[in-house]
């Protein structure tokens, strides 16, 4: 207990102290455009929800049910649990993406030339805690990020006369920040076969974008810029289902449902112009509350079979209509919102999780390996077209300790975007670690 203790503590403090990202990436001006050209729309590029567990096998959850790991994409899932048991999930990311597309021409489509660049990030993913509140209850906290926001165009002034009147014109556009969502969520068990649950959700964070022009020769102001910055801070809720039925004396269906509600962010939005001369001037200013940002309703239905300890395979379905809400204008972007659907498959095997003999043979057969592939259409439309993505997952869980204690590590190889109706193509390499930990609680000690 002392060490889940420990951990945990730790990993808060990771949590809170190192938010932020790390990158390396070459000169290429395409390379500026940070973690995803994307993120310029909306507010921000949504992160995959789930955990590593959920990761590796597709990112489904909405149907399963595992006594091992802490589910959290069907606020039910949490009655899948051990009694008294006390659970620690927390997770890291690191990202590899190669762009090639023409980066200006997603601002401008009248510009030409395909360019090609590659990035690399870091980052804390999850934080989730899980514990008994009842026989036939459990409870459940955590943080994770919900959308992210880093971008950088660059372009420079071409005409001949605006160049010989003030000098070479550097023209910038840059994005930062996203939102995080912490959650808060309970479950209960009733009849054996049906639970129940719901998710109170807090999505917080602060997203700034800006445009600007540097003026190399100018007599008056040398640097304009102008943009806004949007302060989010609001709640929400999802609710679920899971329903199990037996098949064999193995071997176990069980169907879910989740229904995400809609969310209208608040907060605050402040426009702003800048310019500077001698000193930097504030040109404009003014605060407003935010409007018409908003977290559209999502649907979701999942199942899985599950054979005792050795097997499972699942399917998730989801989709939420963006078509109704309003980002506002992207000037010289064919931009649109639409509906987002994602299909996802997947699957675990574990050869003897009961096999206690020594040795590194039997030591893989007491692995679980996990995989399946997914394919999702984002609510971002360019030119008409939607944004799809598509990849395959692997990866295996450790057991290490005593207990379900675990570590798991996977992988998810993907292409998002394409060449075609002037979208930039990523291909990423996504590698995933999360530090699974479990412990018994109110056990009363049989000798002091």
């Known amino acids: 207990m002392k060490k889940i203790e420990s951990i945990l503590v730790v990993a808060a403090a990771l949590l809170m102290l190192f938010p932020a990202q790390l990158r390396a990436q070459d000169d290429n001006p395409l390379a500026g455009i940070g973690y995803s050209p994307y993120s310029l729309f909306g507010f921000g590029d949504l992160v995959r929800q789930g955990t590593t567990y959920n990761t590796m096998m597709g990112g489904i959850g909405i149907g399963d049910r595992n006594v091992r790991n802490i589910n959290i994409l069907n606020p039910a899932g949490i009655t899948a649990r051990e009694l008294k048991s006390f659970m620690v999930d927390f997770g890291l990311e690191n990202r590899n993406v190669i762009y090639e597309g023409n980066a200006a021409r997603s601002i401008s489509p009248t510009a030409s030339g395909v360019q090609r660049s590659a990035s690399n990030t870091f980052n804390m993913h999850n934080l989730v805690v899980s514990f008994p509140i009842a026989s036939q209850g459990a409870f459940k906290v955590g943080i994770m990020p919900y959308s992210s926001v880093n971008y950088d165009f660059e372009a420079h002034e071409t005409s001949d006369e605006l160049i010989a ?3 070479d014109i550097t023209y910038t556009r840059t994005g930062r920040g996203g939102l995080y969502k912490a959650f808060l969520g309970a479950g209960v068990t009733l009849f054996d076969r049906l639970s129940l649950g719901i998710d109170a959700n807090y999505y917080f964070g602060r997203i700034v974008r800006s445009s600007s022009a540097t003026f190399e020769n100018a007599t008056s102001y040398r640097y304009l810029e102008t943009g806004w910055r949007d302060n989010v801070s609001c709640f929400g809720a999802k ?19 989740t229904y995400d509600f809609n969310t209208k962010l608040r ?12 000193a930097t001037d504030t040109i404009y200013h003014k605060v407003s509350n935010l409007e018409n940002y908003a977290i559209p309703g999502e649907i979701g239905a999942g199942i899985t079979l599950r054979y005792s300890d050795q097997w499972m395979i699942g399917f998730d379905y989801t989709r939420q209509d963006w078509s ?4 506002g204008g992207y000037p010289g972007v064919d931009f649109s919102t639409g509906v987002a659907q994602n299909f996802r498959a997947g699957f675990e095997v574990t050869p003897n999780r009961y ?13 679980t390996y996990r995989g399946g592939a997914y394919h999702e259409r984002s609510f971002m439309q360019l030119g008409g077209h939607p944004v799809a993505a598509t990849g395959i ?12 204690n675990s570590l798991n590590l ?11 109706s002037n979208q930039i193509r990523e291909r990423y390499f996504l590698i995933t670690i999360s530090f699974n930990l479990h412990d018994i609680w109110f056990i009363k000690p049989l000798y002091n």
């Open 239 to 257: 609710a679920g289902l899971q329903y199990s039925q037996p098949l064999t004396k193995a071997l176990v269906a069980t169907v879910g449902v």
């Open 410 to 420: 996977g992988v998810d190889i993907g292409q998002r975007g394409t060449l075609k």
């Open 267 to 278: 907060g605050s939005q402040t426009r702003f112009a800048y310019g500077e001369y001698s």
């Open 355 to 367: 096999d206690v003999r020594s040795g590194f043979g039997h030591f893989l057969r007491r692995v």
């Open 165 to 167: 009147s003030v000098g």
């Open 324 to 327: 109704k809400v309003d980002f």
């Open 393 to 404: 997952t692997l990866g295996f869980g450790l057991p290490v300790f005593r207990y379900y």
